[in-house]
């Protein structure tokens, strides 16, 4: 319920413990009377290094995730918020509605996902053809180009950045993003979305709409959006795309 600083709602907001992002990046994105309480998934390895050790770091999540549900609702939050992305896309559709189902049973709460988030952006600037980029192994491409198919989007052209270790991920520059943006864009696409959320894109996708001429969705501001948004929140927010400054 509502406190003295989260006056209109307190979201809970639950992420991997080696991520350093999100939490910055939400506050960036912040409106006035709604503030933002982590629960963290705690994760001793960052090793992203082979599809392997991506797969056994999503094993870790699923284990420890209702320890960090279960500590963040001790602040008695409004919504619940995920600030992860590779589960909330595994095995398409079905995976992320298995996924979103069980967070909202642990919870009772509303539930904003990556993917769902991602999902809707879309459907707002009714873009089809899309280009992906991820700071993952391959192993999450076959997930992520999974769920967007099953939501009826195409997958034109997708860029794994194999970081190789989660904590690295939070290191890559807008410098060393812009090219892989350039190298993603063309005529043939209407969207570019980011996947990732340790990866901080907020301000670089807001700044490349304007040289791509197109929507470039962060997936850490499309999750948040969607959080607000659902929950009636209809404040517009700028500096960071039109996601939020426009819809």
């Not at 506050?27 to 963290?40: E, K, L, N, Q």
């Not at 963040?72 to 995976?95: E, Q």
């Not at 807001?206 to 791509?212: N, Q, R, S, V, Y």
Request: glycine share 6%; hydrophobic share 40%; net charge neutral.
């Amino acid at each position: 319920m509502p406190d003295v600083v989260g006056f209109r709602a307190k979201m809970g907001v639950i992420i991997p413990s080696i991520n350093t992002v999100v939490e910055s990046d939400f506050w960036d994105m912040r409106i006035p009377g709604v503030t933002f309480h982590t629960g963290r998934i705690y994760i001793a390895q960052p090793n992203l290094s082979s599809d392997a050790a991506m797969k056994e770091l999503l094993t870790r999540v699923d284990k420890a995730i209702e320890t960090a549900v279960r500590d963040v609702m001790t602040r008695n939050p409004d919504v619940l918020a995920l600030g992860m992305s590779a589960p909330t896309f595994w095995d398409g559709v079905p995976g992320a509605q298995r996924f979103s189902g069980k967070m909202r049973q642990l919870s009772g709460l509303k539930i904003s996902t990556g993917s769902e988030a991602c999902r809707d952006a879309l459907a707002v600037y009714k873009a089809k053809r899309i280009a992906v980029f991820t700071p993952y192994q391959p192993i999450m491409r076959e997930q992520i180009v999974k769920y967007f198919q099953d939501c009826g989007f195409e997958v034109v052209r997708y860029k794994d950045l194999r970081s190789p270790n989660a904590t690295a991920i939070a290191e890559i520059t807008p410098a060393d993003l812009r090219p892989v943006l350039k190298e993603l864009d063309g005529p043939d696409l209407e969207a570019i979305v980011q996947c990732g959320t340790n990866l901080s894109t907020i301000r670089l996708a807001a700044d490349a709409e304007g040289w791509l001429e197109k929507p470039v969705i962060a997936i850490n501001t499309a999750t948040l959006w969607h959080a607000y948004r659902t929950n009636g929140f209809t404040d517009k927010v700028y500096g960071f795309g039109s996601l939020l400054s426009e819809h």
